[in-house]
């Protein structure tokens, strides 16, 4: 009985082991180092902060807004390249009384109906392939009349490695 | 006999060795990724732009890259290290072949008042007027 044999062919057999056992760690390490910083919610929420503040400073109406002519990326000192060129952001403004109704969109108009997903149905986990969203809900008041502005945002930018 | 006890003891000690590098080296990997480059640049040009979007024209504000500046030192840059491009992004470079871009939604110019530096490792950055798009 070879049994030197034998031992030498284990010694194979352990060194693929070894090669697995490294190559799961390596692959381990590297997906979650790999992993992106997630800022969206985040990102979304300040969006919306700075809509509103637009609209509504202090609660008072931004007339402007209840014109025809009213641009929401220009007068809310947002960027045109972003919203227009990038695929990445989407601001919906809804506003109504009694008497009046208008809604604005800019951006990416598909994630309007990712964010009636993620919002409303029960996700445990939140896929990353949809956007971050972020809802809020104001009132302002103009020449005695109350409004209800309903702001959606939704980001979903990557960030890009150079 | 002996030969044999001798011969089998040295097999086992240089398996026990080469067991030893072999974790070693693997921990060493490990640490070496969960601290790296990438992932400052990432958290450090996602800070300035998520500052960017909440502040307004005028404001001044300061970042600590400390940590990123030493591992600039270690990786031997010592160039621009924020850049601030007409795509509306924020790119942080801290070596020479890395670099990391996080874009901003406000239409507003940005003015990189200083670069951190080993000597000074914290970065200065202004929120100037609009842009004309």
């Known amino acids: ?162 | 006999m002996n030969n044999k006890a001798n011969t089998y003891l040295l097999e086992t000690i240089i398996f026990i060795i080469l067991n030893i590098v072999f974790f070693v080296v693997m921990l060493g990997f490990a640490i070496k990724s969960s601290g790296g480059i990438g992932q400052y640049e990432q958290a450090y040009a996602k800070q300035i732009a998520l500052l960017v979007d909440s502040g307004k024209e005028n404001m001044t504000f300061w970042i600590d890259m400390g940590k990123g500046i030493e591992l600039s030192k270690k990786a031997k840059y010592d160039k621009q290290i924020i850049f601030a491009n007409d795509f509306n992004e924020i790119v942080v470079k801290l070596d020479e072949k890395g670099g990391y871009g996080y874009k901003y939604f406000t239409n507003n110019k940005i003015e990189i008042l200083q670069q951190p530096t080993l000597s000074k490792p914290y970065a200065v950055i202004k929120i100037g007027g609009e842009k004309n798009e």
């Open chain 1, 1 to 162: 009985m070879n049994k030197g044999g034998g031992e030498h062919l284990l010694s194979i057999w352990w060194l693929l082991v070894l090669a697995l056992v490294g190559l799961g760690i390596v692959f381990g390490v590297l997906l979650f180092a790999g992993r992106d910083i997630y800022v969206k919610d985040i990102e979304a929420e300040l969006l919306a902060d700075k809509i509103v503040r637009c609209l509504a400073p202090q609660g008072k109406m931004n007339f402007l807004i209840l014109g025809d002519e009213f641009n929401l990326v220009n007068k809310c000192g947002l960027s045109n390249k972003i919203f227009k060129e990038s695929n990445e952001f989407y601001v919906n403004v809804k506003i109504k009384n009694e008497s009046f109704s208008k809604e604005i969109g800019v951006g990416n108009t598909a994630f309007k109906a990712d964010c009636e997903i993620v919002l409303n149905a029960e996700l445990r986990k939140k896929p990353e392939q949809y956007p971050a969203c972020f809802e809020r809900k104001e009132f302002a008041y103009y020449k005695e009349k109350n409004y209800e502005i309903n702001v959606l945002v939704a980001v979903a930018q990557q960030g890009a490695v150079k």
